[in-house]
């Protein structure tokens, strides 16, 4: 069953040209959706993508500040850290990317609010729309596996079980000429021998 607003390519779904609402063309060639079709609630006003990224990317430098810190105020460890400790590893930079990873962790979380068409995406209706067109599709998988698996048990029955399968037919062709030829000698040996 297609999914609304999209078109199967190969084995994945993309976004139809011009097609759903909500759902930004990336094949246009300013790379910004038409005037008349709206975007992807993720991506207006902002990426969240690229502001996940970034909490991604703070999390990073803030786990090395946390970690070179620690290594170094131990007298066993800091001789073995590579690079070697410096003055920058201290709990005023650790401080400052902690207090960066929560910015970027707050812009992140304020920017749902901001997103086009949350509170209509968010209302019960469309949650309601969305479980029942979820849970008609998941029936029609199941139905759709079962009849699948059903019709590969058949193949594999008729293939062991069929008189007529291809390795039997070969198998009896192959016998055939064999006693064919050894008919063939055999009426040879007895014109000329015999």
Do not use: H
Not at 57 to 79: A, E, F, G, H, V
Not at 81 to 105: G, H, K, Q, R, W
Not at 172 to 186: D, E, F, H, N, P
Request: proline fraction near 4%; glycine fraction near 4%; charge should be negative.
């Amino acid at each position: 069953m297609p999914i609304e607003g999209f078109v199967q390519q190969d084995s994945f779904y993309i976004p139809l040209q011009g097609g759903g609402e909500g759902f930004q063309d990336s094949s246009s060639p300013s790379g910004n959706a038409p005037a008349n079709q709206s975007s992807i609630d993720l991506l207006d006003p902002n990426n969240v993508f690229e502001l996940q990224n970034t909490v991604s990317d703070k999390l990073n430098k803030y786990q090395i500040q946390y970690s070179r810190y620690m290594k170094c105020q131990d007298p066993s460890t800091s001789q073995n850290m590579n690079p070697a400790c410096t003055n920058d590893d201290n709990f005023e930079n650790v401080t400052v990317s902690y207090y960066d990873l929560m910015n970027s962790i707050d812009t992140l979380n304020s920017s749902y609010v901001n997103q086009k068409k949350v509170a209509e995406n968010n209302s019960q209706e469309n949650y309601q729309k969305t479980m029942a067109l979820v849970t008609s599709q998941y029936a029609e998988m199941v139905a759709l596996r079962k009849n699948l698996d059903r019709q590969l048990a058949q193949l594999q029955y008729n293939l062991q079980n069929n008189k007529e399968s291809p390795k039997r037919r070969l198998d009896s062709m192959i016998l055939g000429y064999i006693l064919w030829i050894i008919l063939a000698t055999c009426l040879i040996y007895f014109v000329f021998v015999g």
